[in-house]
């Protein structure tokens, strides 16, 4: 069973940064790939950034640049790097799994004010 545990979010003013964690239990975070997504109100689940088994990484074009996807093996765990956030960068974060079926995480809130 794989289990993804997301923290880090907060509320932060314009232009800050935060980092957020996903930590895995039940595969490693080496295999295949991991992602995040978000999800503001009213609005659909969107793909912000990948990271593959080989180091890879995929963005959102409108999060290159200031976001940053990366992972620590020995503590299996992924992290996005945020910074210089903008206020339409609020949502709901969420860490993804998918080696055959799809896990995620149980989301972080992530509040940018102007």
């Known amino acids: 069973q794989v289990q993804l545990v997301e923290s880090g979010g907060g509320l932060v003013q314009a232009g800050g940064s935060l980092r957020l964690s996903c930590a895995a239990s039940g595969r490693t975070v080496s295999s295949g790939a991991m992602s995040w997504f978000r999800q503001a109100p009213g609005k659909e689940r969107e793909f912000v950034a990948r990271i593959l088994w080989s180091g890879s990484t995929a963005y959102l074009d409108s999060v290159k640049g200031r976001f940053t996807i990366s992972r620590d093996n020995a503590k299996n765990t992924v992290y996005l790097q945020m910074n210089n956030l903008k206020p339409e960068d609020t949502a709901i974060y969420y860490c993804?799994?998918?080696?055959?079926?799809?896990?995620w995480g149980q989301g972080t809130q992530v509040t940018v004010s102007s």
């Open positions: 993804y799994s998918n080696l055959g079926t799809a896990y």
